[in-house]
């Protein structure tokens, strides 16, 4: 049976995943969730994934959520390799932390600063721009102490994917990050070294660009957390 990856075609956690999935050269079927609608907050969506969110792996059955973990389980499952994900304890809890830093700082704060005032409600503040330049320094200063040409090594990881699906939200709203030249660089190489894996976040960019232009009327989602804008 073919695997099938319940995603949003902009969403950074489900691009990460997307990219894996492709360097492993795993078959898949990808099933776009029409977030506009609310497909992920119905009942049915919800006997995959009972927090309502997106993306959801199905592996013949198996049913996971949380990006991280579906990243986690593709290469320990279906990977030739540790390369990906290291054994090495040290080396796996590098990856292990940067995955973590992601998710709990780093993508948080750019999903409040750059994702959210496009989708609902949200203004861009000061305090908001601060969150993610503090977000940028210190992802900055990781990669300087470590001195790796990627997040966790020589040679990229799981760790890679998420954190360049999130950083290219900072590109699909032409914001500078040039202040940060590790964080700079590490990006840039990505890019040139894997394009086609590249591609796969780009796509995603280039609708959040054009979502920043023309923000969507989600007045009909009803989302149980985030205030829906009022159109004009």
């Not at 078959?27 to 959801?56: A, R």
Request: one cysteine or more; proline letters at 6%; a negative charge.
């Amino acid at each position: 049976m073919t695997l099938k990856l319940y995603a949003v075609s902009d969403g950074p956690p489900s691009l990460a995943v997307r990219m894996v999935l492709k360097y492993l050269k795993i078959d898949y079927e990808l099933i776009n969730i029409d977030y506009g609608s609310g497909e992920h907050l119905k009942e049915e969506y919800g006997k995959k994934n009972p927090q309502k969110e997106i993306p959801v792996l199905d592996d013949d059955g198996f049913l996971l959520s949380e990006s991280n973990a579906i990243l986690q389980y593709l290469v320990e499952q279906y990977g030739q390799n540790d390369e990906l994900y290291p054994k090495n304890p040290k080396a796996r809890a590098i990856v292990n932390h940067r995955l973590c830093f992601n998710l709990a700082f780093y993508y948080s704060r750019i999903s409040e600063h750059v994702m959210a005032p496009i989708f609902f409600d949200y203004k861009r503040t000061p305090l908001s721009l601060k969150k993610v330049q503090m977000a940028l320094d210190v992802f900055n200063t990781y990669l300087q102490q470590l001195g790796t040409k990627y997040v966790a090594g020589d040679h990229v990881t799981i760790a890679d994917f998420p954190l360049i699906s999130a950083t290219m939200c900072f590109e699909a709203i032409n914001f500078d990050i040039s202040a940060y030249p590790f964080v700079t660089k590490w990006y840039a190489t990505f890019k040139e070294e894997y394009p086609d894996l590249w591609a796969i976040a780009a796509g995603g960019m280039a609708e959040i660009a054009e979502f920043e232009k023309n923000p969507p009327d989600l007045q009909q989602l009803n989302h149980p957390i985030h205030p829906a804008r009022k159109m004009k």
